[in-house]
């Protein structure tokens, strides 16, 4: 069974930054893609960054391409997203999730989903 856990979800002001973590348990990790998915008070979930856990190709939603980095530590089963000049816009429940099918930013590629953690930006 898979299992994700996020964390370093938090509070913070305008042009700030945090950096979110998810650790994926077993082998899944490996040769699969791991995401970022965001869900906004009263919007849709959407996808914002993914990555190819044996190559390292990455993929960006425009909301967040120069400003959002994703990264792994391979040795850890970890996947990261550092978010910098946060705005308040940027305020959601923040989800990683594992899947099979590439790195389009498609929820329904993706089969696994951590229980999400808040990120809140205020002005």
């Known amino acids: 069974q898979v299992h994700l856990v996020e964390s370093g979800g938090g509070s913070v002001q305008a042009g700030g930054s945090l950096r979110l973590s998810c650790t994926a348990s077993?082998?899944?990790?490996?040769?699969?893609?791991m995401a970022w998915f965001r869900q906004r008070p009263g919007k849709e979930r959407e996808g914002i960054a993914s990555?190819?856990?044996?190559?390292?190709?990455?993929w960006y939603a425009d909301s967040v391409k120069g400003r959002f980095t994703i990264s792994q530590d391979y040795g850890k089963l970890t996947v990261y997203l550092q978010m910098n000049s946060l705005k308040p816009e940027d305020t959601a429940m923040y989800y990683c999730a594992l899947g099979s099918q590439g790195l389009a930013l498609r929820i329904d590629r993706y089969t696994h989903w951590g229980q999400g953690t808040q990120v809140t930006v205020s002005s």
């Open positions: 990555i190819y856990t044996e190559g390292g190709d990455t």
């Open positions: 077993g082998s899944t990790y490996m040769n699969n893609y």
